[in-house]
């Protein structure tokens, strides 16, 4: 079947722009995550969402953050007046309850 | 606060020897998840290896085995006969019981031919 899907693959955008990124999850998936990946670090949390409770947002680093999911579906990650620190790669991930995540191809956003 | 900790940022293993990746983490928790994920050049993250907490065995998945160790919070990687395809991140997670997932900074792994 079809695994997690993101995109674009790519986003250049200028400083002060605003951006949004798309995560389709697998399926059937009740939980989806978003984490931000700079170059040559870890995963750091952003935000994460669970059926229909309310989501976990005590990652999202400033204000300028936000994320949206419909019911078990699409996400997106908003990324509001950019700033080149911003420039990471943006992975989603989708998981069923208790068990391992799966993750997406990332999104590499680049703020010039 | 769950944290994650891998204390080597870069390792090397010679091709075909076997190499082990340190974790540890701190909970209160008693029911958790564990796992190692391998991030390639790609990018892609892939799963090698979950261990639940409640288990006492350790996990094995062909060259890849934990050695997990509750009491001391303690979940280390594995990997024997090294291959060349086993270059990449490594990054160890721990799942809490609200399904919040929580990545050590990684550490990278160089095999040498």
């Known amino acids: 079947g079809a695994g997690v899907s993101q995109s674009p693959s790519n986003k250049v955008t200028e400083k002060g722009k605003d951006v949004e990124l798309r995560c389709d999850p697998i399926?059937?998936?009740?939980?989806l995550y978003w984490y931000r990946q700079r170059l040559g670090q870890g995963l750091e949390f952003l935000i994460y969402?669970?059926?229909?409770?309310?989501?976990?947002k005590s990652g999202l680093p400033s204000d300028r953050f936000s994320a949206e999911r419909t019911g078990e579906s699409v996400s997106t990650l908003t990324i509001q007046r950019t700033q080149q620190e911003d420039s990471a790669v943006y992975l989603c991930?989708?998981?069923?309850?208790?068990?391992?995540?799966?993750f997406g191809p990332g999104t590499r956003l680049t703020v010039t | 606060a769950q944290t994650v900790t891998q204390s080597q940022p870069e390792m090397s293993v010679q091709e075909a020897e076997t190499v082990t990746l340190s974790c540890t983490y701190d909970?209160?928790?008693?029911?958790?998840?564990l796992f190692w994920y391998k991030q390639p050049p790609s990018r892609q993250m892939i799963l090698v290896i979950r261990?639940?907490?409640?288990?006492?065995q350790n996990a094995t998945e062909n060259r890849f085995s934990v050695n997990f160790q509750k009491a001391a919070k303690s979940f280390s990687l594995k990997i024997s006969d090294s291959q060349l395809g086993d270059a990449a991140m490594y990054f160890c997670a721990y799942r809490n019981r609200d399904d919040k997932i929580i990545f050590g900074k990684g550490t990278r792994l160089h095999i040498l031919p």
């Open positions: 969402f669970q059926g229909n409770s309310a989501p976990d």
């Open positions: 261990q639940e907490a409640y288990k006492q």
């Open positions: 991930a989708s998981s069923p309850s208790t068990y391992e995540q799966y």
């Open positions: 909970t209160s928790e008693s029911d958790y998840y």
């Open positions: 399926s059937g998936h009740t939980a």
